[in-house]
């Protein structure tokens, strides 16, 4: 779903008749950057939350089909069953990585960009350089929509599961 909604954001842009810089003050980059770059602090903080709530509940296994997860011990390998406790804290502390890889993207995409327009301007062939320059801006935004997606898709499953699924009785 995120990569269908990413590529839906890259033809979108590429539609619109008056495109938004990618990077700059207005650009995406800068958008996603002020979106995201308060999420950590919150995630954690929710990670945190769950590692120490006191409620048995929580330290359940999930009910079938329960996700599991291979734990290496040595030269054995297992699958565990996750409890609701485990699975939470994956959770948030893949949307804490997940929201500090966009701030890296959308910092290290203001840095690096007038670096890549200065070297596309010294190319000779406007034809490539124009075929760079869309290759460049349609990978850039494809990446950068398709993990801001993700972080939203899979923030508002964990809201999900916070707020209705944790609560159901196992069967």
């Known amino acids: 779903m995120p990569a269908a909604l990413a590529a839906l954001a890259v033809i979108g842009y590429f539609l619109l008749p008056v495109s938004p810089p990618l990077t700059g003050e207005t650009g995406l980059s800068d958008y996603v950057f002020r979106i995201t770059s308060l999420l950590p602090g919150f995630f954690i903080a929710a990670l945190a939350a769950v590692a120490t709530f006191q409620r048995a509940e929580l330290d359940e296994t999930m009910p079938s089909p329960s996700p599991t997860l291979k734990v290496r011990t040595g030269d054995d390998t ?48 406007p034809a490539s350089g124009f075929l760079i320059t869309l290759s460049l801006k349609s990978l850039y935004t494809f990446v950068l929509s398709f993990l801001f997606f993700r972080l939203i898709l899979v923030t508002l499953f964990g809201l999900y599961f916070l707020v209705e699924r944790i609560h159901r009785v196992n069967s």
């Open 78 to 125: 297992s699958l565990v069953s996750l409890s609701h406790r485990v699975f939470l804290c994956h959770l948030f502390s893949y949307l804490t990585v997940t929201s500090l890889l966009l701030i890296l993207l959308s910092v290290s995409g203001e840095i690096i960009a007038p670096n890549v327009n200065y070297i596309i301007r010294a190319i000779d062939r």
